[in-house]
């Protein structure tokens, strides 16, 4: 397959427009164009993961965190980055990271440690806002079911659990084409009215193509008469971090317990344990400390993340329990997610899991 066959499916369950302004995901390294043999997942990509995917004869590492962050000004192996790129390039390997953009999706990042916690409902966190559009189209009566099933298709009219929402107004258009058009209904030159439905509804802004392609070869006439509207409603399916309840409570020793080994964590800083039970549960993979304040106002009683500095910890302030699992640790399980999506999607590409441990913090 060619990298942008491969891309583009990651991309439709992780869009790079929800990305965090300082994140870099995306292709790295590499044309879109080039053929791809097969692909190898890891957590970082470091110069062991490139030696790695030479030794399988595998030319595209698909990561988590992007080995190009803060940019690239030079390749002169003087920095880990800039080897590994020369590495990658010389052996014709190319590089993808989704990072930010799939911790942010609800079957991102942060669901998958929820279901290794065995948290029930899980939900984000900190949902989104800002990324919903509204359409509102106005179509004739006798086409209105046709466009409205094309843009219910192509992802528009999703709230919550509900699909196909829309809301519709019956009333009547105007219209007169110049000696240049050919009509759909009424004649040119000659001021028309058309009984027509304004059909109004809701898409995330990532499928904007999509559903305003289906709208103009769903509709009839030759000029479509739309409009979108920017929405600040919040979007639950996209946002930062999750929460979710223990189908029953435990004592916060024996949850404790439960994360260390579900994680493989050689230690977990946290803060006083409060003696309550653990029942409401927060998560966050990765450097989720921001976070703090969202979890404590969603009332759980304990919230894993990690990257906690050491006054930062001062801010549960007896309202909640922080574990800091480490940051490898919160997020080694990502490889599982492209994983299951790539050999889900192409039975027949191969893909391997890295064999290379990246965490670089040891423990004594």
Known sequence: MQLKEITAFLESRAPLCYQESYDNAGIQVGEPGSEIHGALIALDVTEAVIDEAIEHKLNLVVAHHPVIFGGIHSLTGRTMPERVVMKALRNGIAIYAAHTNLDAMDDGVNRRICDKLGLQQPRILD????????????????????????????????????????????????????????????????????????????????????????????????????????????????????????EKPLEEQAFLDRLKIRFEAACIR???????????????????????????????????????????????????????IGHFESEQFTRELFYERLTKKFPKFAVRLSDVHTNPIKYF
């Open 127 to 246: 949902p989104g806002s800002g990324r919903l559009k509204k359409l509102a189209v106005f179509v004739p009566r006798d086409h209105a079911d046709k466009l409205r099933e094309a843009i219910f298709e192509a992802g528009a009219g999703n709230i919550g659990a509900y699909d196909s929402c829309s809301f519709n107004l019956e009333g009547t258009g105007t219209f007169r084409g110049d000696e240049t058009t050919n009509p759909y209904v009424g004649e040119r030159g000659k001021l028309h009215h058309e009984k027509e439905v304004r059909v109004e509804t809701v898409f995330p802004d990532h499928l904007k193509g999509a559903v305003l392609n289906a709208m103009f070869h769903a509709h009839p006439y030759e000029e479509v008469a739309y409009d979108i509207y920017p929405l600040e409603n919040r979007y639950d399916r996209v946002g930062m971090g999750m929460i979710g309840t223990l």
């Open 270 to 324: 946290h803060t006083a344990l409060r003696g309550t039970k653990i029942r409401r549960v927060a998560v966050a993979g990765g450097a989720g400390s921001f976070l703090l304040g969202k979890a404590i106002g969603a009332g759980a009683d304990l919230f894993v993340s990690s990257d906690f500095k050491y006054h930062q910890f001062f801010e549960a302030e007896d309202r909640i329990v922080i574990a800091d």
